[in-house]
């Protein structure tokens, strides 16, 4: 049976809501309309409920990078020391960034596929005095794993110089995080990933002490944060937003608030349960010791390239799931649980895996058996 | 009556036709699956048909100021110097540009409203041997002038160290550049002006001179132009870009050239020629020597503030035009022709004008009067 419907279980671009596609689609508005001004207002609250902050939302017309970026740039000077958490992917974004801005990064090497160990952080932040930040993913998107951020918040009141900045571009709507009660001085989002809107905006929160920490001349003029803030809190930008995703972006928080961002957390918290279930009961393993609640990184068995999972998913049943990223490409695959996702996606999601591996010459399960093993966290969950 | 509608003439973000916007709201592609990448570079195959260039379109997911920071990033070193032609508030971004990069502006004034002079740049260029490029609007949208920079790329045959950089943002798509015969070796534009897509992408175009030009390590990392090209030229990009507003691009673009480029040209030349007959058929008069084909900026009577009639056709009328910027605030109004724009949205921009100036006390005129001078020019020209 050829595939006539297309499925996003990637981690970033999800699938989005109908109804954000629909407001998506709405007539383009001008971005410096009272109309729009308004919903821009109330989409930086919505956002402050979300991310359970007081602080400010910067919405950036960018992908995440971006706003990764906007931090290095804004609450550093060159010359400035940071301690880098790198366990995958991201986090070497993180030291790159530093290294184009000038800022030397104190590297915290962790294996990918591990959290990071909070003692690490620490010997850190102690044998580097006068470091300015820490920079750290809540979960590493490559691997799948989500690090004790909360701890490095605890770890962060013997160092006050140090922000806490963290890349929470798959945590904010996976998980229900108090920003602030948790010493996030700035909290990075996306649009594209539990936030349920198209690729194209990301988020950057500031506390006070990171506005006050913010540098008044920034080697980077379209990211300027100085010069945003002042006219977001007008409900304007600096330069023309991309309005129809911002829209977009505030219909689909409207639809997690409606959801309640608690109830959001345990349906992505269960999600993740199932799928790990579902894994294990083919015989597979995860990849993470400590597994992040928006994507399962799951290890390809012996003889199997995971590239090929990919690939007979995608182009045999049109499912789009996502492989690894450098040096864990073909071994790994990844199922992504994150956003306008159910209990039926996941279930979906581990059919194709079945599918795949068979055809792949892996048979040590039956068909079904990651299906049963998913529906009965499912079922016993009473979510 | 009160609106019940409501009508966007505003040099950008500008109406988008049905059809895009239904492009837009496809469902979200993975931004790495074979069926996005044929998209993405068949989107780049169009920029290059419309920008009529052999050069590399990148595509960012910025405002079109990204992309002049891309260009000041990613083509001069700091220390060297550029010329700058600076007669509106798009050419004080430039300079601005040039300043955060520690690139020396070697600033060509021109009076808010006029053209720049060639010989003025042709004397900047003489006094100041070295300058390793030219930095000029094809139309500074702030004051709805175009610039000659026809004429800047024959002066600069006799300066082949200095790239010719051109922000075409309210040019492409208006008039029929041929960017190549020009001599522009860097053209910039962006989605939402006359390409009738949303706000949220760029796009900058390199010849082979400034692909050599580009800088081994720039000082921005979301905009490394190096790594954008090689990751685009295989239909990907180096961060997620903004799927959906691609598929829309795309769309849009295909909609330019179903029409022909040289016939959207044609269209966006009559619409300004009728728009321009009717505000003198008004007794009004154009801030600008050189007027733009995209937007006309017109002299707010005496006794009459620009940003008022902006305000009446806004809150009694629904129709969205624009003011002035900066000193012109107050002294000016704007009506954009640009994108998806007829001769029906033209009369019903001067309708409104009308409108509001009768509103505002300002009544040397019957009703009509400029609907008629636009209508004759209609009516005359056989399009």
């Known amino acids: 049976m050829k595939p006539i419907k297309k499925r996003l279980l990637t981690p970033g671009p999800t699938m989005v809501p109908e109804r954000v596609l629909e407001a998506l689609s709405r007539p383009t508005l001008y971005h410096r309309s009272p109309e729009f001004k308004e919903i821009f207002l109330e989409t930086r609250k919505l956002l402050k409920e979300v991310m359970r902050t007081e602080g400010e939302p910067l919405i950036l017309t960018s992908s995440g990078t971006g706003a990764m970026e906007a931090a290095v740039a804004n609450l550093f000077e060159p010359g400035d020391s940071a301690v880098v958490v790198v366990g995958g992917k991201f986090g070497q974004r993180w030291e790159e960034l530093c290294r184009v801005h000038g800022v030397h990064p104190?590297?915290?090497?962790?294996?990918?596929?591990?959290?990071?160990?909070?003692?690490?952080v620490e010997r850190a932040l102690s044998e580097n005095p006068g470091v300015k930040g820490v920079l750290v993913q809540i979960c590493e998107t490559s691997t799948g794993t989500v690090h004790d951020v909360r701890g490095i918040g605890e770890l962060l009141k013997n160092f006050p110089e140090a922000l806490l900045i963290a890349d929470g571009i798959t945590a904010y709507g996976v998980y229900d995080i108090p920003t602030d009660e948790w010493g996030i001085d700035v909290?990075?989002?996306g649009s594209q990933k539990a936030l349920m809107t198209p690729p194209g905006l990301a988020v950057i929160t500031l506390n006070e002490r990171a506005v006050n920490r913010l540098v008044e001349s920034p080697k980077t003029?379209?990211?300027?944060?100085?010069?945003?803030?002042?006219?977001?809190?007008?409900?304007?930008t600096a330069y023309t937003t991309a309005t129809n995703l911002v829209v977009a972006l505030n219909e689909a928080l409207k639809m997690i608030?409606?959801?309640?961002?608690?109830s959001v957390a345990r349906r992505h918290s269960l999600l993740a349960e199932a799928t790990r279930a579902g894994v294990k009961a083919l015989?597979?393993?995860?990849?993470?010791?400590s597994p992040a609640n928006g994507v399962t990184a799951v290890l390809s068995p012996e003889g199997v390239n995971g590239q090929d999972v990919v690939k007979v998913a995608r182009e045999r049943y049109g499912i789009t799931i996502a492989g690894g990223q450098e040096h864990l490409k073909g071994k790994i695959f990844r199922l992504s649980h994150m956003g306008y996702v159910d209990q039926f996606d996941v279930l979906t999601g581990l059919e194709v895996v079945e599918l795949a591996l068979k055809e792949l010459g892996y048979d040590r399960f039956n068909f079904g058996d990651s299906v049963k093993a998913a529906m009965e966290v499912f079922y016993s969950s009473n979510l």
């Open 257 to 262: 608030v409606e959801e309640g961002v608690e």
């Open 283 to 289: 015989g597979l393993e995860l990849l993470s010791n």
């Open 106 to 120: 104190v590297v915290v090497s962790v294996e990918w596929g591990k959290a990071v160990d909070l003692k690490d």
């Open 221 to 236: 003029y379209y990211f300027n944060l100085k010069k945003e803030l002042k006219q977001q809190q007008k409900g304007q």
């Open 187 to 189: 909290a990075i989002t």
